[in-house]
């Protein structure tokens, strides 16, 4: 069964999809993050993390970004049936935290 789910989002959150058979996935995503000045001590420091749950089980992290980045994706061999993906977007930089500073776009495909 072919999969696919594509979703915006905004701000420092988490994005949850349930994958409905086993097989192999495909998640990728782009950010527009706050526009600063180039060399300034705000820039963004917004971290992707990508996590796996198995239905009933632990959230197993597959995937962690570098800081700033605009863009992330992970090709994942396997998953099992009702598993579930996190994507969740977080930063210790104030910067980022303002309303609607962060955008995410992504892809989940199988």
Do not use: W
């Amino acid at each position: 069964m072919a999969f696919s789910l594509n979703a915006t989002f905004n701000g420092l959150n988490t994005l949850q999809a349930g994958v409905p058979s086993a097989g192999a996935y495909n998640i990728v995503g782009s950010l527009t993050l706050p526009s600063i000045p180039e060399g300034s001590s705000a820039q963004s420091q917004v971290v992707v993390t990508i996590t796996q749950t198995p239905n009933l089980g632990s959230p197993t992290t597959i995937y962690t970004g570098v800081a700033g980045a605009k863009g992330f994706g992970v090709f994942l061999r396997q998953a099992a049936a009702l598993d579930v993906f996190a994507i969740t977007l977080s930063s210790s930089n104030a910067v980022d935290s303002a309303l609607n500073a962060v955008s995410c776009t992504a892809s989940v495909s199988g």
